[in-house]
């Protein structure tokens, strides 16, 4: 069973940081891309940021230059580090990755979400 696994969100002040971190864990046999995307109630999820396996990374143009994505291959897992954050980044943050189990096909994975507050 393949699981993604969030953590590091919480509440912080408007211009503080944050750092999020997913692993994927079970029967894994490769992982692909790797992404984080996030929600807010009543409107649909969007990218925040995605990377592949060689480290290629793309932004949404809001957090561009304020957010970073990372990762690594051997312990799979993706970090998000977000700085400057501002009310509007307020939002539950997935974890997403498109990965072959061991005995299945390759196909899109999501984390349960981890929720970030942003106060003013």
């Known amino acids: 069973q393949v699981q993604l696994v969030e953590s590091g969100g919480g509440l912080v002040q408007a211009g503080g940081s944050l750092r999020l971190s997913c692993a994927a864990s079970?029967?894994?046999?490769?992982?692909?891309?790797m992404g984080w995307y996030r929600q807010v109630p009543g409107k649909q999820r969007e990218m925040v940021a995605i990377?592949?396996?060689?480290?290629?990374?793309n932004y949404a143009v809001s957090v561009e230059g304020r957010f970073t994505i990372s990762r690594d291959n051997a312990r799979n897992t993706t970090y998000l580090q977000m700085n400057s954050l501002q009310p509007e980044d307020t939002a539950v943050y997935y974890c997403?990755?498109?990965?072959?189990?061991?005995?299945?096909?390759?196909?899109?994975?999501w984390g349960e979400g981890t929720l970030v507050t942003v106060s003013r």
């Open positions: 990377i592949t396996r060689a480290g290629v990374s």
């Open positions: 079970g029967s894994i046999f490769s992982i692909s891309a």
């Open positions: 997403n990755a498109h990965l072959t189990p061991l005995r299945d096909i390759f196909r899109e994975y």
